[in-house]
């Protein structure tokens, strides 16, 4: 296999990384929940657009999706970026302490860096295919809405992956490597329970509680935990309990139910299990229950010929090099955890704990990595598709925390983003070099879906919150 040029193309990130960096902290400042990053999108639209790419605005008819393409002929890669935030985990930049925020919306999942190492990836190969007269597009995707609102997969549903022959992207975390495909398959689903309100001293006889068909369906579904797999997760949450007068008779509830399995394949029987309880619930209470799926996503599907690239790539390339005031930052930051978030970092990756405060190697070869669920997966059901983990951060801080906020416009963070930019775009490189390791892909992932078919999680009825307004 011919090997591309690592200063060539490390020159091609280095052109455009301080834009990418500037992009990343914009984003940061503007923090935006699924479905409502416009001014996150905007600020992705505007690079793409300084950067050359033709943009494809309001993808598969979403206002927060954009697409951008460079190049002509040959194989297309993809680079996919997310900017969406977490409600109520605001922090202040680089201050190692808790700050009153209410309420404030955070990029504590590191979303704001993803969305633009991805695009400073897909910059430097649009830039290296021009450079030395090669075949090839390449695209980049802003994808909305990973944060529970299954953005990828409405857009795979809508066609906006055809033609793609693979998608590459990242996650930031303490670690760098491949990201092994290793996600949970998930259903979401909002169950609405319909009752009879009434008087609960002078008339309870005449009510028909649907709190209490909430709390009975809870009730089963927790006996249901001990007859399902071991590694599938059944979460819940209230979303309306039905007011907060207690001498009333709740006549409405709403209980949302996350519902997730290890394979794709298993998770229909559960959630159909899950809907027979509610039932239930409902007819030993004398209410209604309707239950509307919210959003879906599919299991990461493996493919180890994209996989053993990127690994190569990495080993190319070396860990990070992050300097002594950056190791002085991270300290400061693993001070404020526990060490038992820390244990848990090096057990996540399947390593015995070391003191150190940022990463200094590679994830070896088939690494474990516990993951909850991405919409990436229903990408990878679509093209042959394969991640890197990111170090961002430092180890022991937990995704969807203040710290992991707080530490998103860091120098640790741009170098950690830079670093994993170059891997992808290292990994792109040598599947434009190499048609045969595209081919072996898609015979991989031909074979996978022969033994398994891909059915979206999300139902035809299901969409984004504003398809309507977008094709109005």
């Not at 951008?68 to 930049?93: C, H, K, R, T, W």
């Not at 649907?210 to 590694?231: I, K, Q, S, W």
């Not at 599907?301 to 190791?327: K, V, Y």
Request: charged content about 15%; aromatic content about 6%; some cysteine.
């Amino acid at each position: 296999m011919a090997m591309p040029n690592l200063e060539d193309i490390s020159l091609h990130v280095d052109a455009a990384a301080q834009a990418a960096v500037t992009l990343s902290d914009a984003v940061w400042d503007t923090p935006e929940l699924c479905y409502e990053e416009t001014r996150s999108c905007a600020l992705h639209t505007a690079m793409l657009h300084e950067q050359g790419f033709v943009v494809t605005p309001h993808l598969a008819g979403i206002a927060t999706a954009v697409m951008g393409e460079s190049g002509n002929d040959g194989p297309v890669i993809a680079f996919l970026g997310e900017y969406d935030a977490l409600p109520g985990l605001a922090a202040q930049a680089g201050v190692c302490h808790p700050i009153a925020t209410g309420d404030a919306n955070g990029h504590a999942c590191g979303h704001n860096l993803l969305g633009a190492a991805s695009l400073l990836a897909a910059t430097a190969i649009r830039r290296w295919l021009a450079a030395n007269g090669l075949p090839g597009r390449v695209r980049y995707y802003g994808c909305p809405a990973e944060e529970g609102g299954a953005g990828k997969g409405f857009m795979v549903r809508a066609g906006a992956f055809d033609g793609v022959d693979a998608a590459i992207s990242w996650h930031p975390t303490a670690f760098c490597g491949v990201l092994p495909p290793t996600s949970l398959a998930n259903m979401r689903l909002d169950f609405t329970f319909a009752g009879r309100s009434a008087h609960a001293a002078a008339s309870p006889h005449l009510g028909r509680s649907a709190l209490d068909a909430v709390e009975l369906m809870n009730v089963g579904v927790n006996y249901l935990r001990e007859h399902m797999l071991p590694t599938s997760r059944i979460h819940y949450a209230y979303i309306n309990a039905g007011g907060t007068a207690p001498n009333v008779v709740q006549s409405e509830a709403v209980v949302r139910y996350s519902i997730r399995t290890e394979e794709l394949a298993d998770l229909f029987p559960l959630v159909e299990r899950v809907r027979q309880v509610a039932q239930g619930a409902a007819l030993m209470t004398g209410t209604t229950v309707n239950s509307q799926v919210t959003g879906g996503v599919a299991n990461l599907l493996a493919c180890p010929p994209l996989e053993q690239i990127m690994q190569d790539s990495f080993e190319q390339l070396g860990p990070p090099d992050f300097d002594t005031r950056e190791q002085t930052f991270a300290r400061q930051f693993q001070a404020t955890l526990s060490p038992d978030d820390v244990t848990a970092a090096f057990g996540q990756i399947g390593q015995k704990p070391r003191d150190i405060a940022l990463t200094d190697f590679i994830l070896p070869p088939a690494s474990t990595f516990t993951l909850g669920s991405t919409d990436v997966g229903d990408v990878s059901w679509t093209v042959p598709t394969v991640q890197a983990l990111g170090a961002t951060c430092a180890i022991g801080t937990p995704l969807h925390s203040w710290q992991m906020t707080a530490q998103g416009k860091s120098a640790v963070a741009h170098r950690g983003m830079i670093h994993v930019a170059r891997v992808m775009a290292m990994t792109a490189s040598r599947l434009f070099l190499s048609p045969q390791v595209l081919e072996r892909a898609r015979a991989d992932h031909t074979q996978r879906l022969r033994e398994c078919p891909y059915v979206s999680p999300i139902p035809d009825d299901t969409h984004p919150p504003d398809r309507a307004q977008v094709r109005n």
